[in-house]
């Protein structure tokens, strides 16, 4: 059984081209890069170019990367920076439906002294953007809104809030983990002072990320320890990983047309073709303002870890928002925030492409989803059709 | 992903008994949509009150289709005597195992087993005994202690992964625990989770902390303080009477008021003069 992989989202395949890349860093050219021979110096040169990479892909310059080990470090890193560079602060905005990373953060920021304020959204999971400037005050150190949502796929105004932000001198960070790779990105043009970003989601390896800095952004380290990253993240460097998250960055800065013209189309088609066979079915988010690749349908009646696992035995792999497949027994923060009623939240799936999905995997989850989704609510008590 | 048994899995993908039985004798349905599980249980009965026909419907995910789909053929053939004495540990059994977050789903199928049952019988249904605990899904008090008699439950985690309660905005958790120690009696481990209060509680907490503890040995020296406001975890007050000009004052606050605070309220309290 050949597996469909729709959860990109999730994390990604690694290219060939990045692995390629990667594999002499660990046999031949592994020096320390702060090592003071020749023999190092490859170690340090390839590492290099892997930061002009990603700046090159963010239009950014190379000192402005800090590279980290993950999304999840580089969101962290981010908060704590704006916090300890303005210890009189204690105030952080935020949107009610970030990732964990900033979610949890926040929320454990804000038993720990400090005070949080969650933007709400409307039900296409836009920001209130009127309630985020009326909660600024003095007492504000940083206002953090991703760029992408990673369950609707939808795309939150940030160089807009970036702008208005740095007329009132507030520090603001983007967590774009989603959105680096799938949408063009230029930091020269935008008031943006740090962004992060993962390097599985775009086809690098998991266990390294990036965080953006702009010049002149008061930094404070995270990780406290050796001179590595200017002194801005201690610690020897991932050099293969990070070597290979250069390539990713100039693979996906030559796919990005790619990801929003064939991807996208493989994306409609896919989503046309289940809402049109299956009803009551719907999409969540907004369909105008939204990620490339990414379709969050939710089919009433039925739960999403049933559909799931049903999906998983024709070898198709995705996610739900649905509280079963969350470990909790609340469905997705996101949904939830959105105002997407119980009913369709629990049946909530998410499917997100990549440059490697084809056609004919399309049309084949487009043939095999709706006698699962008819199965499935054959058994559900309210399904009355 | 969850560790589900080859049993759990064959009965999610090829569920038996799948349907409502026409005419039927007892008709039991627990759960709702906005839970995320339900499940509609029918049977028919010969003149023996043997079971002849049963059938379910079921919203939810893989382990609560395959715990209904068990539940049924458990039932099969049973008169309703047998029948009542089948609890969810025979559906688990059944099964080969389920995942501790998934016992809710098993504990599902006896309820609309017991509600079938009643239905049959006539028995009224009782309106829901008790003060509800959990009001995200609805749990009493009297069903928490049920569930903590008929089974090894210890914690709040173990409660929420049987019968739901304390799974959703979690306000109920301390309310769960005292139920826990009352029932188990008070040498149960505690979560090891320190309580999350409110601004409210944390400030009448406060508040009696410092008349009981504090407030009788300042007077004693002629001092008083007073609570002016907490802020996160930040208590501010501003000391009174011989307190006010005392050049231990700050000492007293820190290796005192502090210490008294953080060891009553929560540890991570911080006092400051203001």
């Not at chain 1, 890069?33 to 110096?41: E, H, L, N, T, V």
Request: hydrophobic share 35%; aromatic share 6%; with cysteine.
């Amino acid at each position: 059984m050949n597996t469909i992989y729709f959860d990109n989202n999730a994390t990604t395949r690694v290219a060939p081209e990045v692995v390629e890349e990667m594999l002499p860093c660990f046999t031949e050219d592994y020096g320390n890069p702060s090592s003071m021979y020749r023999f190092a110096k490859k170690a340090a040169d390839r590492l290099a170019l892997a930061r002009q990479r990603i700046a090159d892909l963010l239009g950014a310059s190379p000192e402005e990367i800090i590279v980290t080990s993950c999304g999840t470090e580089s969101d962290s890193t981010a908060i704590y920076a704006a916090l300890r560079s303005n210890p009189s602060k204690k105030h952080i905005i935020t949107s009610r439906v970030e990732h964990s990373a900033i979610k949890n953060l926040c929320e454990y920021l804000a038993r720990k002294g400090y005070r949080s304020t969650f933007v709400p959204v409307d039900k296409k999971g836009m920001p209130d953007l009127d309630y985020l400037y009326d909660h600024l005050t003095d007492d504000t150190a940083i206002v953090s809104m991703m760029w992408a949502n990673n369950e609707t796929g939808v795309l939150f105004p940030v160089e807009e809030i970036a702008k208005n932000l740095k007329e009132k001198g507030i520090v603001f960070h983007t967590d774009a983990v989603q959105a680096v790779g799938k949408i063009p990105i230029d930091l020269k043009e935008s008031s943006i002072d740090m962004l992060s970003l993962s390097g599985h989601k775009l086809h690098a390896p998991k266990g390294v990320g990036a965080l953006y800095v702009r010049k002149g952004t008061k930094f404070s380290p995270f990780l406290i320890g050796g001179h590595q990253e200017a002194n801005r993240r201690g610690g020897t460097e991932n050099v293969a990983s990070i070597v290979g998250m250069g390539k990713a960055a100039e693979l996906a800065a030559a796919h990005i047309a790619d990801e929003n013209s064939r991807v996208r189309q493989l994306r409609d088609r896919l989503e046309k073709g289940l809402l049109k066979q299956i009803p009551d079915s719907l999409i969540n988010g907004d369909p105008e303002n939204r990620l490339p690749n990414t379709s969050n349908l939710s089919f009433e009646y039925i739960e999403g870890e049933s559909i799931l696992l049903m999906m998983d035995e024709l070898g198709i792999c995705a996610s739900s928002g649905s509280a079963c497949t969350s470990g909790s027994l609340e469905p997705s923060h996101v949904l939830r925030a959105m105002g997407v009623p119980y009913t369709a939240a629990h049946g909530s799936v998410r499917f997100s492409l990549s440059i490697y999905n084809t056609q004919e995997e399309v049309d084949y989850a487009v043939e095999k989803l709706p006698p699962i989704i008819q199965r499935l609510r054959e058994m559900s008590p309210f399904w009355k059709q | 992903m969850w560790e589900y048994t080859d049993k759990v899995r064959e009965h999610f993908l090829n569920p038996r008994n799948v349907g409502v039985v026409e005419n039927a004798d007892g008709v039991g349905e627990v759960g709702s949509l906005s839970c995320g599980d339900a499940l509609k249980l029918t049977f028919k009965v010969d003149e023996n009150e043997r079971i002849t026909d049963v059938k379910f419907q079921t919203f939810g995910c893989a382990s609560a289709i395959a715990s209904s789909s068990a539940l049924t053929e458990l039932l099969k053939g049973k008169t309703l005597e047998e029948a009542e004495k089948i609890t969810n540990d025979d559906i688990v059994t059944y099964l080969g195992g389920l995942p501790k977050e998934k016992m809710h789903c098993s504990v599902m199928g006896q309820e609309a087993l017991g509600k079938a049952i009643a239905c049959y019988r006539g028995t009224p249904i009782e309106e829901k005994e008790g003060e509800i605990v959990c009001e995200c899904f609805g749990v009493t008090d009297v069903e928490i202690r049920n569930a903590l008699t008929a089974h090894p439950l210890n914690v709040v985690e173990d409660i929420t992964n049987y019968i739901k309660a304390g799974g959703g905005c979690g306000k109920c958790h301390e309310r769960i625990q005292e139920l826990i120690d009352e029932v188990k009696g008070k040498d149960v481990p505690k979560e090891e989770k320190p309580q999350k209060l409110t601004t409210i509680q944390k400030i009448r907490m406060i508040e009696e902390t410092l008349q009981r503890e504090i407030q009788p040995s300042l007077k004693k020296d002629g001092g008083d303080i007073e609570l002016v406001d907490v802020n996160g975890n930040q208590v501010q007050v501003r000391l009174r009477g011989a307190c006010s000009t005392c050049k231990a004052a700050q000492i007293t606050l820190k290796d005192f008021v502090e210490k008294k605070l953080r060891e009553f309220v929560a540890a991570e309290l911080i006092v400051e003069e203001v």
